[in-house]
């Protein structure tokens, strides 16, 4: 009985150590093999200061993440209404949104 349960634990050891290294690798080589690309939405007309600085903080995002994310602005309501953006968020059409909370 000693023995059956001591050769379960080293086998279930040894699994979990395998499994433990193999999701490791995979994961770290996945993190760097993808690419993400964020969707920033708001209302404002492309000239206002906001989308210079979306830009802005778009390129400091991908700089910083060595390219792995990066970053589209859509301006002036290209992906929906300004009243619409907190549900755009929330159903992901994009990921960052900035507009009205009231109607």
């Not at 490791?24 to 690419?35: P, W």
């Not at 993400?36 to 979306?54: D, G, I, M, T, Y």
Request: some cysteine.
């Amino acid at each position: 009985m000693k023995i059956r349960a001591a050769a379960c634990l080293s086998a279930l050891a040894v699994s979990t150590l395998t499994l433990a290294g193999l999701l490791g690798t995979t994961t770290a080589s996945f993190a760097q093999d993808k690419t993400f690309e964020l969707n920033l939405s708001h209302w404002v007309p492309p000239s206002h200061p906001l989308q210079k600085a979306l830009e802005a903080w778009g390129a400091s995002v991908e700089k910083e993440s060595g390219g792995t994310i990066k970053s589209k602005v859509y301006p002036a309501q290209q992906l929906g209404k300004a009243f619409d953006h907190y549900d755009m968020a929330r159903d992901g059409i994009a990921d960052l949104t900035y507009g009205h909370l009231e109607k």
